[in-house]
């Protein structure tokens, strides 16, 4: 079993959707939960993390971690063509431990 | 934008060719990595190190050799390429000081090989 499960897309929506972007993962000692955004012909870069279960709001992105179920999510609000990219989640057991990511999602933003 | 670098960005080359990938950071990190990355697929760790003479093998097995005999550089080796390592070549680096371990990617570099 894939320790971090995304469904790999491709997500088409209209210009000011809301996107939910999910991933499941195996091990119950992951504490950090990262999202990851990677932009065509460029690396990722991480765009926000929570620790433990919760939310955790930035701007028009919001990241939600529920541990009992072993879930992650990401909601982009008001998506712009700009949030067009993949995004990854990843996970780490301590905030120093190696990451180990997901497969990425596909999202493209119509305008 | 992370500062760091990886050349040759496209790389097509014949089967049994050796290679360097090579990658630089000037923000000081102590850790750096390199992850290969297939379509569809998640980014696979094949070395890392923790400082300067330090390498280690990554889950995913490879063929590779990397070294870093400077913090700032972590070229990575093909000796001789197969078909089977057309991939996308991603490096990282990230600070041990930081509170969390947050990967910083270059661009990648995309190798073909026929």
């Known amino acids: 079993q894939k320790e971090v499960e995304q469904d790999p897309g491709p997500l088409s929506v209209p210009e000011g959707a809301i996107v939910s972007l999910n991933c499941t993962y195996s091990?119950?000692?992951?504490?950090?939960f990262m999202w990851y955004r990677q932009y065509s012909r460029k690396g990722p870069e991480l765009l926000m993390y929570?620790?433990?279960?919760g939310n955790k709001e930035d701007g028009r992105f919001t990241a939600q971690v529920d541990k009992s179920s072993k879930y992650i999510s990401l909601f982009i609000r008001d998506s712009q063509p700009s949030d067009s990219a993949t995004y990854l989640c990843?996970?780490?057991?301590?905030?120093?431990?190696?990451?180990?990511f997901g497969p990425g999602t596909s999202l493209s933003v119509i305008p | 934008e992370a500062d760091i670098y990886q050349t040759p960005r496209y790389l097509v080359i014949g089967t049994g060719k050796k290679i360097t990938l090579e990658c630089s950071q000037t923000?000081?990190?102590?850790?750096m990595y390199w992850y290969q990355q297939d379509p569809g697929m998640e980014l696979h760790l094949i070395h890392y190190?923790?400082?300067?003479?330090?390498?280690e093998k990554g889950d995913l097995s490879s063929e590779s050799t990397v070294s870093r005999i400077r913090t700032e550089h972590f070229p990575l080796t093909l000796e001789s390429a197969r078909p089977s390592h057309t991939s996308q070549y991603l490096c990282?680096?990230?600070?041990?000081?930081?509170?969390?371990?947050?990967?910083?990617f270059g661009p990648g570099t995309r190798l073909t090989v026929l």
């Open positions: 923000m000081g990190h102590d850790k």
């Open positions: 091990n119950s000692a992951f504490q950090y």
């Open positions: 990843a996970v780490m057991k301590t905030s120093y431990d190696k990451v180990i």
């Open positions: 990282a680096s990230s600070d041990r000081d930081r509170g969390l371990n947050e990967q910083f």
């Open positions: 929570t620790y433990s279960s």
């Open positions: 190190s923790y400082g300067v003479n330090s390498t």
